[in-house]
């Protein structure tokens, strides 16, 4: 861009002082004229690009230095005296801030209305967290233990929200999803038995939504079980036909908003349950969120283990660090960094401001939909068990079945039919999430190149067929072992799946961003500073306190598969 020169200006004197115009052209510089027009224009421009800033504030001054804008002050005001005045410059800028004060509450209405824009993702990875396996185990848990395990529901959410962050973090700061980092990065049979693993972990998960939606529709509407099963393959397909990730936006959040109503749908299903108990302390409830001897006594161990592994889903971390790219992309394209024909022919890296402007929203979001959301619906299918079944010998052993006729009984007829409402909404909105997480393995770490329906058609098929065999040949005591058989499976599977996600995030050789989005960070020119990449590696304490729960997580696994061994499941 070339700005009108002014070096043919005469020098003009102001009055008897003598003292040149402080836009006098011997006397200004381009960095002078920025300064005064950020100062006239008092404008954010920080999201502007930084070889630009110059070059459009200086031109916003015309030739004889008047300003093009007819409301901002000409030359001769108070503005321009900050050059023949600092002392007076700087008690401006003084009273700029003490304006700037009264801002506040309008800022946080920005924030929020920014925050607003993120809300979505974090509800599709909340769903992974109330689908129907967390049903049987936390149903269990409050049958045997009443409220006394409500401080391994609390650990495991707590435990979800620092992977899933993990997760955000992972596929914000690389535009990789979990899947495409281990393909990238590791050894091609290291990647495959990873893969592997992932993909069993997602048809365990698949089978869970799937037998928790047919039982379902069994108990609300009598259809055979399967014939239940086969209905969750037309309904999954139906409204994946509507998800396109690399979509308009808007699609995208249209798609999101029905998802996120059939999270509010299950909420209020409990809001509702809750409502009936009677006879329940609230200091009992919260005292359950306290640690207790109750852990490790008895089948604590094993029904602790069981919670752990129906909350800390495998498939919602490949989930989280693909999900939230999205929103990247629009950045980048609504800045002029890259546009959708680029992103077409070439591989997408999000830009460095993408990734600051949209990092710590999706983290937030993610956290609070986890810490509200699916720690409410969890602990209410425990409290509500364990405030109706404890004292009931039949509920400990019963299936989701007995435990439906149970809350009929002991509570109202409504009980029931609303706890098999919300286990519907459940298993579908579970199996949507579970059957995209899918695509994303697959796709990810094959690098599949068929189309997307026929491979959501083969993910949730993979998943179906056992449900509806086992459905056929042995009923629903098959349905309800099946559906106990696929929590243990995913608790196998989280250490293995969680390892390269805090292994990446802890290392700055991936880890970094490059400026330019559409660039691979680990091709980008070091020549000038300003493109050097920046080092986005967890801190410190975020990486000791992921392997802690890295750990912690495969020692109740190998206390799980050692009571199974033992004939305790």
């Not at 200086?58 to 007819?70: F, H, N, R, T």
């Not at 591989?347 to 990734?355: K, N």
């Not at 599977?493 to 660039?519: D, E, Q, W």
């Amino acid at each position: 861009m070339n700005c009108p020169s002014r070096t043919d200006e005469p020098l003009q004197y102001d009055g008897l002082n003598q003292n040149p115009s402080g836009l006098a052209a011997d006397l200004t510089t381009r960095q002078d004229l920025n300064g005064i027009v950020n100062t006239r224009t008092d404008q954010d421009i920080s999201t502007i690009p930084n070889d630009s800033k110059s070059e459009q504030h200086a031109c916003s001054i015309g030739m004889e230095g008047q300003p093009l804008d007819k409301e901002t002050p000409g030359p001769d005001d108070t503005a321009n005296s900050r050059l023949a005045y600092p002392s007076e410059g700087k008690h401006r800028k003084s009273q700029a801030f003490l304006g700037n004060l009264s801002t506040i509450p309008g800022a946080t209405g920005r924030v929020l209305l920014k925050y607003g824009r993120f809300i979505g993702p974090g509800f599709m990875v909340a769903v992974a967290y109330i689908d129907p396996g967390n049903y049987s185990t936390d149903v269990a848990a409050g049958a045997a233990k009443r409220f006394r395990l409500l401080f391994i529901v609390l650990m495991s959410n707590i435990f979800a929200i620092v992977l899933q962050s993990l997760a955000i973090r992972l596929g914000t700061i690389t535009g990789r999803n979990l899947a495409e980092n281990c393909r990238a990065h590791l050894p091609k049979w290291l990647n495959i038995i990873l893969y592997i693993l992932g993909e069993a972990a997602i048809i365990a998960t698949d089978i869970a939504e799937v037998i928790g939606s047919a039982i379902a529709l069994n108990l609300l509407l009598k259809i055979p079980l399967v014939a239940g099963c086969a209905i969750t393959l037309v309904d999954v397909l139906v409204i994946l036909l509507f998800y396109n990730p690399n979509g308009n936006l808007r699609q995208l959040r249209l798609f999101e908003i029905f998802v996120m109503a059939l999270v509010l749908g299950v909420v209020i299903c409990f809001c509702i349950e809750l409502s009936l108990l009677t006879g329940v302390s609230v200091g009992e409830v919260f005292r359950g969120y306290l640690p207790s001897s109750a852990v490790v006594q008895g089948d604590g161990i094993y029904l602790s283990c069981g919670i752990l592994g129906a909350t800390v889903m495998p498939h919602s971390l490949y989930l989280g660090s693909g999900i939230v790219q999205s929103r990247l992309r629009h950045f980048d394209i609504q800045a002029g960094n890259t546009s959708p024909r680029t992103l077409e022919k070439s591989v997408y890296r999000p830009s460095l401001s993408a990734i600051r402007s949209c990092l710590s929203y999706s983290i937030a979001e993610v956290a609070i939909s986890l810490f509200t959301f699916a720690l409410f619906v969890n602990s209410s299918i425990l409290i509500v068990a364990g405030a109706s079944l404890s004292s009931n010998s039949a509920a400990e052993s019963a299936d989701l079945f007995g435990i439906h006729s149970l809350l009929a009984k002991t509570i109202a007829p409504a009980a029931g039919t609303i706890f098999a409402l919300a286990l519907l909404l459940s298993g579908t909105s579970a199996g949507i999430v579970c059957t995209i997480a899918g695509q994303m393995l697959s796709e990810g770490a094959l690098n599949w190149t068929i189309a997307p329906w026929l491979r959501r058609l083969l993910t949730r098929s993979i998943s179906i067929t056992p449900s509806i065999i086992i459905a056929g040949a042995v009923g629903k005591d098959g349905l309800s072992d099946a559906l106990n058989a696929s929590q243990v499976a995913l608790s196998v599977c989280l250490p293995f799946v969680s390892a390269p996600l805090i292994y990446f995030t802890c290392r700055n050789r991936y880890m970094k961003a490059g400026i330019h989005s559409g660039t691979d960070t680990e091709d980008v020119d070091d020549e000038n500073d300003h493109d050097e990449p920046v080092k986005m590696r967890n801190h410190w304490i975020l990486s000791s306190l992921a392997l802690v729960i890295w750990l912690v997580i495969v020692i109740m696994n190998v206390a799980l598969l050692v009571l199974v061994g033992m004939g305790k499941a």
